[in-house]
Protein backbone atom coordinates (compact mmCIF):
# COMPACT_ATOMS: atom_id res chain seq x y z
CA UNK A 1 0.00 0.00 0.00
CA UNK A 2 1.15 3.70 -1.47
CA UNK A 3 1.91 6.09 1.70
CA UNK A 4 1.48 9.70 1.04
CA UNK A 5 4.68 11.68 2.33
CA UNK A 6 5.14 15.34 2.50
CA UNK A 7 8.71 14.94 1.75
CA UNK A 8 11.18 12.11 0.97
CA UNK A 9 14.94 12.72 1.86
CA UNK A 10 17.71 10.29 0.25
CA UNK A 11 21.51 9.84 0.20
CA UNK A 12 24.44 7.62 -0.15
CA UNK A 13 22.87 5.41 -2.65
CA UNK A 14 25.99 5.29 -4.99
CA UNK A 15 24.32 4.29 -8.48
CA UNK A 16 26.77 2.62 -10.60
CA UNK A 17 28.62 0.11 -7.98
CA UNK A 18 27.63 -3.10 -6.93
CA UNK A 19 26.85 -2.39 -3.35
CA UNK A 20 23.97 -0.19 -4.48
CA UNK A 21 20.75 -2.20 -3.39
CA UNK A 22 18.48 -1.30 -6.41
CA UNK A 23 15.73 -3.03 -5.90
CA UNK A 24 15.02 -2.44 -1.87
CA UNK A 25 15.00 1.75 -2.92
CA UNK A 26 12.57 0.70 -6.14
CA UNK A 27 10.32 -1.06 -3.27
CA UNK A 28 10.66 2.17 -0.86
CA UNK A 29 9.94 4.48 -3.85
CA UNK A 30 6.74 2.55 -5.04
CA UNK A 31 5.86 3.04 -1.40
CA UNK A 32 6.11 6.36 -0.83
CA UNK A 33 4.30 8.85 -3.19
CA UNK A 34 5.97 12.67 -2.05
CA UNK A 35 5.33 16.21 -3.20
CA UNK A 36 9.33 16.82 -2.07
CA UNK A 37 12.07 14.70 -2.93
CA UNK A 38 15.47 15.43 -1.98
CA UNK A 39 18.72 13.49 -3.06
CA UNK A 40 21.37 14.62 -0.53
CA UNK A 41 24.52 13.38 -2.17
CA UNK A 42 26.78 10.66 -3.42
CA UNK A 43 23.66 9.62 -5.56
CA UNK A 44 25.87 8.31 -8.33
CA UNK A 45 29.56 7.00 -7.22
CA UNK A 46 31.82 8.70 -9.72
CA UNK A 47 34.67 7.67 -7.39
CA UNK A 48 34.14 4.00 -7.95
CA UNK A 49 33.04 4.31 -11.42
CA UNK A 50 36.87 5.42 -12.36
CA UNK A 51 37.87 1.84 -10.73
CA UNK A 52 35.23 0.18 -12.76
CA UNK A 53 31.11 0.18 -13.41
CA UNK A 54 28.31 -1.39 -12.46
CA UNK A 55 25.37 -0.28 -13.83
CA UNK A 56 22.64 -3.22 -13.15
CA UNK A 57 19.16 -3.09 -14.94
CA UNK A 58 17.62 -2.11 -11.60
CA UNK A 59 19.58 0.91 -11.22
CA UNK A 60 18.23 2.06 -14.45
CA UNK A 61 14.88 1.84 -13.44
CA UNK A 62 15.71 4.02 -10.20
CA UNK A 63 17.06 6.87 -12.32
CA UNK A 64 14.07 6.52 -15.06
CA UNK A 65 11.54 6.25 -11.90
CA UNK A 66 13.08 9.51 -10.21
CA UNK A 67 12.71 11.09 -13.92
CA UNK A 68 9.51 9.94 -13.89
CA UNK A 69 8.13 11.32 -10.84
CA UNK A 70 9.78 14.79 -11.80
CA UNK A 71 7.90 15.05 -15.03
CA UNK A 72 4.71 14.47 -13.58
CA UNK A 73 5.16 17.29 -10.70
CA UNK A 74 6.89 15.68 -8.28
CA UNK A 75 9.36 18.89 -7.27
CA UNK A 76 12.89 16.97 -6.85
CA UNK A 77 16.45 18.72 -5.99
CA UNK A 78 19.70 17.14 -6.41
CA UNK A 79 22.09 18.15 -3.55
CA UNK A 80 25.16 16.58 -4.67
CA UNK A 81 28.01 15.07 -2.38
CA UNK A 82 31.92 14.23 -2.75
CA UNK A 83 31.14 11.24 -4.68
CA UNK A 84 29.48 12.83 -7.25
CA UNK A 85 30.63 16.40 -6.54
CA UNK A 86 31.69 17.25 -10.43
CA UNK A 87 27.67 18.36 -10.57
CA UNK A 88 28.35 20.78 -8.11
CA UNK A 89 29.79 22.93 -11.20
CA UNK A 90 26.10 23.31 -11.86
CA UNK A 91 24.60 24.08 -8.75
CA UNK A 92 21.10 26.57 -9.64
CA UNK A 93 20.76 24.30 -12.66
CA UNK A 94 18.13 22.65 -13.62
CA UNK A 95 18.40 19.21 -15.53
CA UNK A 96 15.16 18.77 -16.84
CA UNK A 97 12.72 18.57 -14.17
CA UNK A 98 15.16 17.88 -11.65
CA UNK A 99 17.44 21.54 -10.05
CA UNK A 100 21.03 21.09 -9.00
CA UNK A 101 21.80 22.81 -5.91
CA UNK A 102 24.69 23.46 -3.60
CA UNK A 103 22.34 23.15 0.08
CA UNK A 104 19.27 23.88 0.75
CA UNK A 105 16.89 25.16 3.58
CA UNK A 106 13.42 22.88 3.69
CA UNK A 107 10.23 24.30 5.58
CA UNK A 108 8.90 22.08 7.04
CA UNK A 109 5.05 21.47 7.30
CA UNK A 110 5.09 22.63 11.05
CA UNK A 111 6.98 25.49 10.26
CA UNK A 112 10.99 24.15 11.48
CA UNK A 113 13.24 24.31 8.89
CA UNK A 114 16.48 22.94 7.94
CA UNK A 115 19.49 22.58 6.37
CA UNK A 116 20.10 20.06 3.79
CA UNK A 117 23.44 19.23 2.83
CA UNK A 118 25.39 16.09 1.92
CA UNK A 119 27.96 16.98 5.01
CA UNK A 120 31.39 16.16 3.32
CA UNK A 121 32.08 20.00 4.15
CA UNK A 122 32.60 18.97 7.87
CA UNK A 123 34.71 15.61 7.29
CA UNK A 124 38.57 17.39 7.95
CA UNK A 125 39.68 13.90 5.96
CA UNK A 126 37.81 13.87 2.80
CA UNK A 127 38.12 17.54 2.57
CA UNK A 128 42.47 17.88 3.03
CA UNK A 129 43.53 13.84 2.23
CA UNK A 130 41.57 12.81 -0.31
CA UNK A 131 43.59 9.72 -0.91
CA UNK A 132 43.08 8.67 2.78
CA UNK A 133 39.43 8.87 2.37
CA UNK A 134 39.83 6.69 -1.44
CA UNK A 135 41.57 3.85 0.68
CA UNK A 136 38.74 3.85 3.48
CA UNK A 137 35.74 4.05 0.46
CA UNK A 138 37.40 0.98 -1.09
CA UNK A 139 37.63 -0.83 2.67
CA UNK A 140 34.09 -0.11 3.26
CA UNK A 141 33.42 -1.50 -0.10
CA UNK A 142 35.01 -4.56 0.78
CA UNK A 143 33.05 -4.86 4.26
CA UNK A 144 29.28 -4.29 2.57
CA UNK A 145 30.23 -7.34 0.30
CA UNK A 146 31.12 -9.24 2.79
CA UNK A 147 27.97 -8.54 5.00
CA UNK A 148 25.76 -9.21 1.71
CA UNK A 149 27.13 -12.35 1.91
CA UNK A 150 26.54 -12.88 5.61
CA UNK A 151 23.50 -11.60 5.78
CA UNK A 152 22.27 -14.17 3.02
CA UNK A 153 23.82 -16.62 5.49
CA UNK A 154 21.99 -15.60 8.32
CA UNK A 155 18.98 -15.87 6.42
CA UNK A 156 19.48 -19.28 5.26
CA UNK A 157 20.40 -19.92 9.53
CA UNK A 158 16.69 -18.48 10.21
CA UNK A 159 18.70 -15.96 12.58
CA UNK A 160 16.09 -12.97 12.34
CA UNK A 161 16.41 -9.21 12.99
CA UNK A 162 19.42 -7.27 10.92
CA UNK A 163 22.98 -7.00 11.40
CA UNK A 164 25.71 -4.89 9.61
CA UNK A 165 29.27 -5.98 9.91
CA UNK A 166 30.03 -1.97 8.22
CA UNK A 167 28.22 -1.00 10.97
CA UNK A 168 29.86 -3.12 13.82
CA UNK A 169 33.38 -2.04 12.50
CA UNK A 170 32.31 1.49 13.05
CA UNK A 171 31.50 0.94 16.77
CA UNK A 172 34.06 -1.40 17.44
CA UNK A 173 36.93 1.28 15.98
CA UNK A 174 37.09 4.22 18.45
CA UNK A 175 38.65 6.89 15.57
CA UNK A 176 35.58 5.87 14.03
CA UNK A 177 33.00 6.24 16.88
CA UNK A 178 34.73 9.92 17.39
CA UNK A 179 34.60 10.49 13.87
CA UNK A 180 31.28 10.32 12.99
CA UNK A 181 30.51 12.14 16.92
CA UNK A 182 32.80 15.11 15.44
CA UNK A 183 30.77 15.44 12.23
CA UNK A 184 27.19 15.40 13.99
CA UNK A 185 28.55 18.13 16.45
CA UNK A 186 29.78 19.97 13.28
CA UNK A 187 26.72 19.91 11.52
CA UNK A 188 24.08 20.64 13.77
CA UNK A 189 26.35 23.52 15.12
CA UNK A 190 26.70 25.14 11.47
CA UNK A 191 22.38 24.63 11.21
CA UNK A 192 22.29 26.33 14.57
CA UNK A 193 24.43 29.19 14.15
CA UNK A 194 21.80 30.03 11.37
CA UNK A 195 19.08 30.23 13.43
CA UNK A 196 18.11 27.07 11.90
CA UNK A 197 15.52 23.90 13.84
CA UNK A 198 18.03 21.17 12.31
CA UNK A 199 20.32 19.70 9.90
CA UNK A 200 19.21 16.57 7.59
CA UNK A 201 22.19 14.93 5.96
CA UNK A 202 24.04 11.72 4.58
CA UNK A 203 27.77 11.14 3.87
CA UNK A 204 28.27 8.68 6.36
CA UNK A 205 25.96 6.03 6.37
CA UNK A 206 25.34 6.03 9.76
CA UNK A 207 21.03 6.96 10.04
CA UNK A 208 19.40 8.62 13.07
CA UNK A 209 17.35 11.00 14.41
CA UNK A 210 18.74 12.37 17.82
CA UNK A 211 18.75 15.92 19.64
CA UNK A 212 22.28 17.74 20.21
CA UNK A 213 21.60 20.69 21.88
CA UNK A 214 18.57 21.23 20.93
CA UNK A 215 18.40 21.24 17.37
CA UNK A 216 17.29 18.43 15.49
CA UNK A 217 20.56 15.86 13.82
CA UNK A 218 18.81 13.69 11.00
CA UNK A 219 20.83 11.40 8.97
CA UNK A 220 19.31 9.95 5.79
CA UNK A 221 22.04 6.66 6.16
CA UNK A 222 22.33 4.69 2.61
CA UNK A 223 21.41 2.44 0.27
CA UNK A 224 24.35 0.26 0.46
CA UNK A 225 24.70 -1.40 3.72
CA UNK A 226 21.56 -0.20 6.08
CA UNK A 227 19.11 1.12 3.49
CA UNK A 228 17.20 3.88 5.08
CA UNK A 229 15.49 6.85 4.30
CA UNK A 230 13.88 10.13 5.68
CA UNK A 231 10.47 10.71 5.39
CA UNK A 232 8.53 14.04 5.80
CA UNK A 233 4.57 13.50 7.35
CA UNK A 234 1.81 15.96 6.06
CA UNK A 235 2.05 17.35 9.49
CA UNK A 236 5.71 18.13 9.62
CA UNK A 237 6.99 15.00 11.47
CA UNK A 238 9.84 13.42 10.46
CA UNK A 239 10.02 9.63 10.45
CA UNK A 240 13.42 7.43 9.97
CA UNK A 241 12.51 4.56 7.73
CA UNK A 242 14.45 1.46 6.88
CA UNK A 243 12.87 -0.26 3.96
CA UNK A 244 9.62 -2.48 5.32
CA UNK A 245 10.41 -0.78 9.17
CA UNK A 246 9.51 2.49 10.39
CA UNK A 247 12.71 2.77 12.52
CA UNK A 248 12.68 6.32 14.23
CA UNK A 249 10.13 9.00 14.52
CA UNK A 250 10.53 13.03 15.01
CA UNK A 251 7.21 14.19 16.67
CA UNK A 252 5.77 17.46 15.76
CA UNK A 253 5.87 19.91 19.19
CA UNK A 254 5.65 23.67 19.31
CA UNK A 255 6.79 24.05 23.25
CA UNK A 256 9.68 22.04 24.27
CA UNK A 257 13.25 21.87 22.53
CA UNK A 258 14.80 18.81 21.10
CA UNK A 259 15.06 16.22 23.88
CA UNK A 260 14.89 12.32 24.11
CA UNK A 261 11.68 11.26 25.09
CA UNK A 262 11.15 10.68 29.14
CA UNK A 263 11.40 6.57 28.54
CA UNK A 264 14.45 7.24 27.25
CA UNK A 265 16.07 9.63 29.18
CA UNK A 266 16.94 8.18 32.04
CA UNK A 267 19.19 5.57 30.34
CA UNK A 268 20.71 7.53 27.65
CA UNK A 269 21.64 11.08 29.19
CA UNK A 270 24.70 12.75 27.79
CA UNK A 271 26.32 9.71 27.66
CA UNK A 272 23.60 8.17 25.90
CA UNK A 273 23.80 10.70 23.01
CA UNK A 274 27.35 9.65 22.73
CA UNK A 275 26.56 6.37 22.52
CA UNK A 276 23.57 6.96 20.02
CA UNK A 277 26.08 8.64 17.68
CA UNK A 278 27.99 4.95 17.88
CA UNK A 279 25.50 3.32 17.36
CA UNK A 280 23.85 4.71 14.58
CA UNK A 281 20.36 3.96 14.24
CA UNK A 282 18.17 1.45 16.94
CA UNK A 283 17.17 -2.18 15.84
CA UNK A 284 14.03 -2.60 14.03
CA UNK A 285 12.66 -5.22 16.72
CA UNK A 286 13.50 -2.57 19.22
CA UNK A 287 11.12 0.45 20.40
CA UNK A 288 11.72 3.25 18.76
CA UNK A 289 13.17 6.80 20.55
CA UNK A 290 10.68 9.27 20.06
CA UNK A 291 11.96 13.29 19.43
CA UNK A 292 10.46 16.42 20.06
CA UNK A 293 10.81 19.34 17.86
CA UNK A 294 11.72 22.89 18.54
CA UNK A 295 9.33 25.67 18.27
CA UNK A 296 8.18 27.34 15.37
CA UNK A 297 10.43 30.39 14.61
CA UNK A 298 7.14 32.32 14.58
CA UNK A 299 6.59 31.26 18.29
CA UNK A 300 9.55 32.05 19.67
Excluded at 73 to 86: K, Q, S, W
Excluded at 94 to 112: C, K, Y
Excluded at 197 to 214: E, K, M, N, Q
Aim: proline content about 3%; glycine content about 8%.
Amino acid sequence: MTRKVRAIFLSDIHLGTRGCQADRLLDFLRDHEADYMFLIGDIVDFWAMNRGIHWSAAQNTVVQKVLRRARHGERVYLIPGNHDEALREYHDTAFGDIRVLREHVHTGADGRRYLLIHGDEFDQVTRHHRWVAVLGDVAYNGLVRVNAWLSWLRRHLNRPGYWSLAGYAKRRVKSAVSFIFDFEESVTRAAGERGLDGVICGHIHSATIRAIDGIAYINCGDWVDSCTAIVEHLDGRMELVRQDVPVIRLQRTRKNPVTASPDNAATQGQKGERNAASQGMAHPTQSPPTLLGRPRPDAR
